[in-house]
């Protein structure tokens, strides 16, 4: 059975190994699989969560590589589709800490945009513990119809939703269509999450309004706030995440091992509570290290930080 279902994006993301460096200065790069989504699997998988992708690659070499990764990392690649005459994802990325993370996309009609309602209709969609998709899946393409049609079929067959709100503006032909498509495809979600710059998108307010125009209904909003930790609004209540003191290294990728940390602990029977905590604890271990998905932690650091024992069947 799959615990966690993403759907979205898959890049090959190239890293800059002359860290501190102008990106203009890099001599080297170190290759990892990127993408929101599939790195919120891959950190879900690190956490002993058995995770699959719904994503697509092009019929070339990168998209072996890719699909290769996945496999090392434990993820279930059996919904990865392979599209010929489309190439795979890229990315590159430089890294000058603490925040500054120049990058690139090659993202000119990549083959994950084109995934079909075809491609979908052997997801395991009633089984699933939880899916998880990329608000950037409806940017443009097939893939945004097929992600809808995800999220409204598991609404009926009762499968908990999470939508990332993964605001990427040069990823979206019309930038204005992002509060629309987005906007609609959260009614068919459980947990919404999101910086404060991507709920202010998603509802056409100004950040500094952010707070105004969010509260608790019918599902769970969770506001990821960086240094300052995380804010989850509940049905149950409002909670705090807490900021665990670590010297941070690089900020990429944690926010999708929040994600991850978030859905794994709710997956596992956690409380909102235990759940925002358990997944600060990921996005700081994330934070304390070079690099995206390699940075990832596994459930034992994780409940070293927390100074959890870890269940004896490795859950």
């Not at 202010?200 to 019918?218: K, N, P």
């Amino acid at each position: 059975m799959t615990d966690l279902l993403t759907v979205g994006r898959v890049n090959l993301d190239l890293y800059a190994q002359q860290t501190g460096a102008e990106f203009t200065e890099a001599r080297g790069f170190d290759a990892m699989i990127g993408g929101s989504p599939s790195n919120i699997a891959i950190a879900a998988a690190r956490l002993g969560v058995r995770s699959a992708v719904f994503t697509a690659v092009g019929d070339d070499l990168v998209g072996e590589w890719v699909s290769r990764a996945f496999d090392r990392e434990s993820v279930d690649t059996r919904y990865v589709a392979r599209k010929p005459g489309v190439h795979t994802s890229l990315a590159l990325l430089g890294q000058i800490p603490p925040d500054r993370f120049p990058r690139t996309f090659y993202r000119d009609n990549p083959a994950d945009i084109h995934l079909t309602r075809q491609d979908a209709e052997s997801l395991p969609l009633d089984p699933v513990g939880a899916v998880l998709v990329s608000a950037d899946v409806f940017a443009r393409g097939s893939s945004a119809e097929t992600a809808a049609w995800i999220l409204r079929t598991c609404r009926e067959k009762g499968t908990t939703t999470y939508i990332d709100l993964d605001l990427r503006p040069e990823h979206w032909p019309k930038p204005d269509e992002y509060s629309t498509l987005v906007g609609a495809a959260v009614r068919d979600a459980d947990v919404v999450l999101g910086t404060a710059e991507e709920f202010a998108a998603l509802h056409q307010v100004e950040v500094r309004d952010v707070g105004r125009v969010l509260s608790a209904g019918e599902r769970t909003l969770v506001l990821k706030r960086g240094e300052d930790g995380a804010t989850v609004l509940s049905p149950d209540g409002e909670f705090a995440a807490p900021v665990f003191g670590v010297t941070v290294a690089s900020t990429v990728g944690a926010g999708d091992a929040f994600a991850a940390g978030l859905i794994s602990a709710r997956l596992n029977g956690s409380g909102w509570q235990a759940a925002a905590r358990f997944a600060s604890a990921c996005g700081a271990i994330t934070a304390s290290r070079f690099g995206c998905s390699r940075g990832f932690p596994s459930l034992d650091e994780v409940a070293d930080l927390l100074g959890l024992e870890v269940a004896a069947d490795g859950r």
